[in-house]
């Protein structure tokens, strides 16, 4: 059963899940089935898998068809999932799109192809990528320059948004980029361009900011998405200074978590403390935690323990 495709009206937090693996490194599908079922306790609006926290890139292609599978069933058009497509090839990126838009996903995510220098050279990169996926395919572009290497400019965008109907959701994750965020988001509420969707990722960090700045939600995979589904739901009934509240709780785990490569280990590693996954197991190349690493996450868990208890 598909969910309705994402638009530019889309809002909430979309969780961006993990690639469950077992110790030895392979795949762990039982543990999709725990996650799903975690998140979707924890009120999440969306799903968006095969992203760089699903460690895409050190999946084959049929391990990557393998885990869609496995979360669409789960899901079951519960809530809409948005599948990462990115790829270094155009021709296997818009295959493995439609691939996932047949099999139910409500959209797809692309990041740009590494080593894009100049807005022309961005632009053609999209301009190409967009009409080859073509009209009836939601693309949610990941702007995470940290990673990528690529700094997509706001003029950029502009033009993007204006020729590209099918482009409606932006993954904003630049740092710092509050002000990208207003320079859309002036231009749309004075009528000079269309409204897309934003929903911010670096795990939620500047989040409470970032809705003051007009974002309609989160996409990223923080280890207690409750946090981030609390916080929207208080700024968007009007209490901002609410939002706010919840979200200091929680700071301290967060900036720890939010670790550029490093974090991953650590969410997995919480995850696994939830009961959300079976083991913490990240593939090579990536972070593995030293003793005093867990340590480290035993003192900050129960510095949130007791901040949550009053």
């Not at 981030?228 to 709780?249: N, T």
Request: hydrophobic fraction near 40%; glycine fraction near 10%.
């Amino acid at each position: 059963m598909a969910a309705q495709l994402i638009n530019e009206s889309t809002k909430g937090v979309f969780v961006i899940c993990p690639t469950p693996f077992l110790d030895d490194g392979g795949l762990d599908l039982d543990s999709v089935d725990r996650l799903v079922d975690f998140y979707l306790e924890k009120g999440v609006s969306g799903f968006t898998i095969l992203g760089l926290l699903g460690e895409a890139t050190k999946l084959t292609p049929d391990e990557s068809r393998s885990v869609m599978a496995r979360y669409l069933a789960r899901i079951d058009g519960a809530r809409p999932v948005i599948v990462g497509a990115s790829n270094p090839g155009t021709d296997n990126l818009v295959r493995f799109a439609n691939d996932a838009m047949d099999a139910g996903a409500a959209g797809v995510m692309v990041a740009p192809l590494p080593g894009l220098k100049t807005d022309d050279q961005v632009y053609a990169y999209w301009e190409t990528v967009l009409s080859r996926l073509g009209p009836d395919i939601p693309v949610c572009y990941q702007d995470y320059p940290q990673t990528t290497t690529v700094v997509t400019s706001v003029a950029v965008l502009h033009r993007l948004i204006d020729a590209f109907p099918n482009l409606v959701m932006l993954k904003h994750e630049e740092s710092p980029g509050l002000t990208k965020i207003t320079r859309l988001r002036e231009r749309s509420d004075t009528g000079e361009g269309r409204r897309i969707s934003i929903l911010v990722g670096n795990g939620g960090l500047h989040l409470p900011q970032e809705l003051r700045r007009g974002v309609d939600g989160a996409m990223t995979g923080f280890a207690y998405p409750e946090m981030l589904v609390a916080v929207c739901d208080r700024f968007f009934a009007g209490d901002a200074e609410g939002a706010e509240d919840v979200f200091d709780a929680y700071l301290p785990i967060l900036r720890h978590e939010q670790q550029l490569g490093f974090g991953f280990a650590v969410r997995k590693e919480i995850l696994r403390r939830r009961g959300a996954i079976a083991t913490a197991h990240v593939r090579h190349p990536g972070p593995k935690l030293s003793p005093r690493d867990l340590q480290e996450l035993d003192e900050l868990l129960a510095r949130l323990d007791r901040a949550l208890a009053g």
